[in-house]
């Protein structure tokens, strides 16, 4: 082979192994854990690759009952699921459940109902700057949707004063976790650590809350929620 040829076979082959290791690298700084999965960001304008973190919250104490991280993108997998073992964490039944528009579909609002829960699941996504309509006063029909009766619950002067209990009992909870303790990605990679590591995170989380309050009484309100 022409020693001209040669050294361009050769300068072709070490650009091209040069240019492989540069999407390697950039691949593994944009995706570095493989079990992760790409979900839409808060407000849904941008996307991520994290893990979904779910926490149950007693109202009373703002005490974690039930924690777990998944790689779903979808919540509605997850309502029934963690109100269940939050069940079996505590040994009551919670008499209420509230939790934003993404855990929402008619098998969960049924599921919540087998359980014995009253659920405030809202069935629509919050708009801002939205004003709600005047509270009705008449009973909920019966001949509406399952989506519908929801609609009209969450609309009483009831049910958006027992929804409302997001703001002041798990919403602080994921508040104090991101911006007080700085939680803004796992340490660990792969789903098994994540998990590991979520549990840590709220279990120390409750550690002050116990010590502060003692034993969760029983039948607490568990507001549910979803996070990045």
């Known amino acids: 082979m022409p020693e001209e040829l040669a050294f361009r076979e050769g ?8 240019r492989a290791q540069a999407a390697q690298a950039e691949a593994e700084g944009n995706f570095t854990d493989p079990q992760s999965r790409i979900m839409p960001a808060s407000g849904g304008q941008d996307f991520l690759q994290p893990y979904n973190c779910q926490a149950v919250v007693d109202h009373e104490h703002q ?3 039930e924690a777990r991280a998944t790689n779903l993108t979808s919540d509605k997998q997850q309502a029934a699921a963690v109100i269940t073992e ?6 009551a039944v919670p008499k209420e459940v509230s939790a934003d528009a993404g855990y929402y579909s ?7 109902h087998a359980l014995g ?8 996504p919050a708009r801002n700057g939205h004003q709600p309509p005047p509270a009705p006063g008449a009973r909920i029909p019966s001949y509406l949707s399952v989506r519908d009766r929801m609609r009209r619950k969450l609309q009483t002067k009831r049910g958006r004063r027992r ?3 997001r703001m002041e009992t798990v919403e602080p909870v994921f508040g104090q976790i ?5 939680l803004r990605q796992f340490l660990l990679r792969g789903l098994e650590k994540a998990k590991w590591e979520w549990s840590r995170i709220c279990t120390t989380r409750n550690l002050l809350k116990i010590f502060r309050y003692g034993v969760l009484r029983a039948n607490p309100v568990l507001p549910i929620v979803s996070a990045e």
């Open 11 to 18: 300068m072709a082959a070490l650009e091209a192994e040069a």
């Open 63 to 65: 005490v974690i009952v």
């Open 86 to 91: 939050s069940i079996d964490n505590t040994g």
């Open 106 to 112: 008619i098998q969960v609002v049924d599921d919540l």
């Open 117 to 124: 829960v009253d659920p405030f699941v809202a069935p629509d």
């Open 163 to 165: 929804y409302s209990l």
């Open 178 to 182: 991101k911006h007080g303790r700085g």
